[in-house]
């Protein structure tokens, strides 16, 4: 089914360990995201290739909430990433692992290196630091504090974790090399005081590790043998490295970087995506114009269509900006196979067929989705007041328009051939109705006489149209990378993002359940809004109908 090229290099070096007999053949990998937010379509990238490469291995992948830094943490996002995680279709077993349960660990590991004199309690103030520090073209200086003994070096840590000292006033460092070209192995910080409330440990710690120092450890703490990260963590591989073999682990985990996933049109940055939702410039984290999975999923994504869009996608070291045409044409191509459709109109206008009987109502046939035979048929309500799209008629058409005009004639889908007898107009000239005749002759769609109509349009009957709300959606920002030119991001939103529409649709749309996914003909792919009450319908348009991904791979 998918069209994208199922190995890259992780995969190669995966099975180049395999074949080794590392790690005893085995292979754990994980996805380690933070719980500061809700997971977007570029973790669905990380997802894919952490749980794809465990499950095409025989592995397993672990879920492991990344809760080391307790300021922007919290339980609501755990939930939700757990169900985003499920919701695509990974199995992370029966329980998530946090990195904050290994807390003690760390801290007996943090103990050891200063035991091998590979760690010291450093007194610099951040500013002082960066005397010392150096940068890209000089090298660094000996801080005080470096030759401190392990004795004192242990006291003083001891005294840091029972809170003797002030948040910030001393932080353990590793002791690497303070001219190392990697400013990152220029004596690191482990752990800094900080007393904060931790959303699993609460007030038991006041001292917490610093990532670099964490991470490696979660992953030999747990077995993993591949660990997948984005590019700009590969200049803290040597620090993984250090603090693993400085500590013994045998064998142990090797991390891995990948390009991230950039998508046009569209932020993906924690920071940014929570300033939407605080500032009310979308409906929340699940607003059907938003990159995460809760967004995607409430706009009618598929997680079969998430999953090839990152198939496809492959993984690669390069960094580049994918087209968000992609993802919409994975959506597309899921949906046409599944969607059954529908008739609705979305800017209505009356059209009352002068000569067929008042009161009377026949049901004609219409085809559920033309992509699968056992999707079968219903009946659509037929009659003499019908609503037909606003732009489907005009007073005065263009040479090449064969839809409906004053004198002209068009088929209706489904059913009969339709003239345009007469316009109705208003005080200001905008037309309020049109009126036609129908040929009873043309119910199937074609004329015994042979007479040809070249325009098929959608319409709906009026006394049993259901009335809802369309949201119609397009691209949450107007520029193809907001956010990296002069101008904040916010100023860069599409105004246009969002149009509201009163619709009318067919009654068999009535009995759908929210969530529903269906394609309104010629107008697109929707699914049912969880705003949705009976009275009033809301569907989101999941994405338009005119795929210009296919036409541009010439399609
Ligand atoms: P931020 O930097 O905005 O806080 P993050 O990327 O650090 O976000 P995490 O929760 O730490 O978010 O991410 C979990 C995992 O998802 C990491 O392994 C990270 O590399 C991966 N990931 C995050 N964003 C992307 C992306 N755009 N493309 C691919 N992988 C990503
Ligand atoms: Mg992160």
């Known amino acids: 089914m998918t069209e994208a090229n199922n190995t890259d290099f992780i995969r190669e070096i995966v099975a180049a360990d395999r074949a080794a007999g590392n790690y005893g053949g085995k292979v754990v990998t994980r996805f380690p995201p933070e719980p500061n937010g809700y997971l977007h379509i570029g973790h669905a990238k990380a997802i894919c290739l952490d749980f794809g490469v465990a499950a095409e291995n025989g592995g397993v992948c672990h879920l492991r909430f990344d809760d080391t830094n307790p300021t922007k943490e919290d ?82 840590f001891r005294r840091m ?14 002791r690497i090399d303070m001219t190392s070209p990697n400013i990152h192995l220029r004596d690191p910080v482990l752990y800094r005081i900080r007393r904060v409330h931790h959303f699993r440990q609460g007030d038991r ?33 040597p620090l993984y490295d250090w603090v693993l073999e400085n500590l013994g682990f045998d064998p142990r985990p090797h991390q891995y970087e990948f390009a991230r996933l950039n998508l046009s049109y569209t932020v993906m940055s924690k920071r940014k995506l929570l300033q939407l939702v ?8 699940d607003d059907p114009r938003m990159p995460t999975l809760v967004g995607l999923r409430r706009r009618g994504y ?44 979305l800017d209505p206008l009356k059209v009352t067929i002068r000569n067929y009987p008042e009161g009377k109502i026949e049901y004609l046939e219409g085809i559920n989705n033309p992509e699968d035979p056992a999707a079968g048929t219903r009946s659509i309500p037929f009659g003499r007041e ?77 006394t049993h149209a259901i009335t809802g709300e369309a949201r119609l959606y397009d691209r ?13 991001f916010l100023e860069e939103l599409n105004p246009a993002s969002e149009q509201i529409r009163e619709f009318k649709g067919e009654p068999a749309l009535a009995a759908l359940p929210v969530g529903s996914r269906v394609q309104f003909e010629r107008q697109g792919y929707f699914c049912l809004d969880p705003d949705s009450t009976p009275e009033r319908p809301v569907w989101n348009r999941t994405v338009g109908l005119k795929d210009s991904w296919a036409k541009q791979q010439g399609k």
């Open 161 to 174: 974790r029972a809170g003797e000292f002030e948040d910030g006033a001393k932080v353990l460092r590793a």
């Open 205 to 237: 710690w006041c001292i917490y590790p610093m990532y670099d120092f964490a991470h490696c450890l979660e992953d030999a703490f747990e077995g993993i043998t591949h660990s997948f990260c984005t590019l700009e963590f590969d200049i803290h591989r």
């Open 302 to 345: 598929t997680p079969e269509a998430i999953r090839e869009f990152c198939a496809r996608l492959g993984v690669t070291r390069f960094n580049s900006l994918t087209d968000l045409a992609l993802l919409e044409h994975c959506i597309r191509e899921d949906l046409n196979r599944r969607a059954s459709r529908y008739l609705a109109v």
């Open 386 to 462: 019908l609503y037909i799209e606003r732009s489907d008629f005009m007073p005065e058409p263009p040479k090449g328009y064969y839809r409906l005009a004053p004198g002209r004639e068009v088929r209706l889908r489904y059913g009969y051939f339709i003239r345009c007898e007469e316009v109705i107009t208003d005080e200001r000239g905008e037309v309020r109705e049109l009126i036609a005749t129908y040929d009873p002759e043309t119910r199937g769609g074609s004329a015994p006489d042979g007479r040809k109509v070249k325009g098929t349009i959608h319409w709906v009957e009026a």
């Open 75 to 156: 339980t609501e996002y755990v939930d939700s990433i757990i169900d985003a995680v499920h919701w695509l279709g990974s199995d992370f077993g029966p329980e998530p692992y946090y990195a904050s349960d290994y807390f003690e660990r760390m801290y007996d590991c943090a103990e050891q290196l200063i035991r091998k004199g590979l760690a010291y309690v450093c007194d610099l103030t951040p500013e002082e630091w960066e005397k010392y520090r150096g940068d890209s073209t000089t090298p660094g200086s000996e801080p005080p504090g470096r030759s401190r003994s392990v004795e004192e070096n242990l006291d003083l």
């Open 278 to 285: 605080r500032e009310n410039r979308v409906r929340g984290w």
């Open 476 to 488: 949450l920002f107007s520029v193809e990378q907001p956010g990296t030119g002069e101008v904040d």
